[in-house]
């Protein structure tokens, strides 16, 4: 069974920093592509960052130069760090994973901003 399971959401003040963390069970965690997608109340879910098999990232244009996508295969996890956190952070992170036709999301972690 394929799991991924996020942490380190919570609250924190603008300006600020979190990391978050995904660690995936069931699958052969090196060969998959890993992305964070976050996604608010009422809109789509939208792409973060993305880092390859082969750890090529690509970031969306609202985060980039604040957050760093990271993986560590030997712990079947990768990261989201984020620093300069903006109001407009706020929402539910996801964990996704991808090989081929394979796909698997997490069960998302909350970060919020306060101004």
């Known amino acids: 069974q394929v799991r991924l399971v996020e942490s380190g959401g919570g609250l924190v003040q603008a300006g600020g920093s979190l990391r978050l963390s995904c660690t995936a069970s069931?699958?052969?965690?090196?060969?998959?592509?890993m992305s964070w997608y976050r996604q608010t109340p009422g809109k789509q879910r939208e792409l973060v960052a993305t880092?390859?098999?082969?750890?090529?990232?690509n970031y969306a244009d609202s985060v980039k130069g604040r957050c760093t996508i990271s993986r560590d295969n030997a712990k079947n996890t990768v990261y989201l760090q984020m620093n300069s956190l903006k109001p407009e952070d706020t929402a539910v992170y996801y964990c996704?994973?991808?090989?081929?036709?394979?796909?698997?999301w997490g069960q998302g972690t909350q970060v919020s901003v306060s101004s």
């Open positions: 880092i390859t098999s082969g750890g090529n990232t």
């Open positions: 996704y994973r991808q090989f081929r036709a394979f796909t698997e």
């Open positions: 069931g699958i052969f965690f090196r060969i998959n592509d």
